[in-house]
């Protein structure tokens, strides 16, 4: 098991577009990615509970990630938050 913790920046933090990206991306990986944030723990692979997880702009979240291939799927996380999840 990896994990990073890191501030969601983008300007509307994690609504239908982020989120559609950010689930799509980790679910080419065959580890499981976990988001803990605002008191909760929300699959990183489905966009509806990524959504529903409610994380603004501001937010810190744990991003978790275990399996056989953690290290490259929390790399791309890590990556994507950083750019802005294409905002």
Do not use: C
């Amino acid at each position: 098991m990896v994990s990073e913790t890191i501030t969601i920046t983008n300007p509307t933090g994690l609504h239908m577009r982020p989120a559609g990206l950010f689930a799509s991306t980790m679910g080419k990986f065959k580890s499981n990615v976990t988001i803990k944030g605002n008191g909760k723990e929300i699959n990183g692979k489905s966009p509806m509970a990524i959504m529903a997880g409610g994380i603004g702009t501001g937010t810190e979240v744990e991003i978790v990630v275990e399996g056989e291939d953690e290290q490259e799927a929390l790399k791309e996380a890590i990556d994507l938050i950083k750019s802005g999840l294409g905002e």
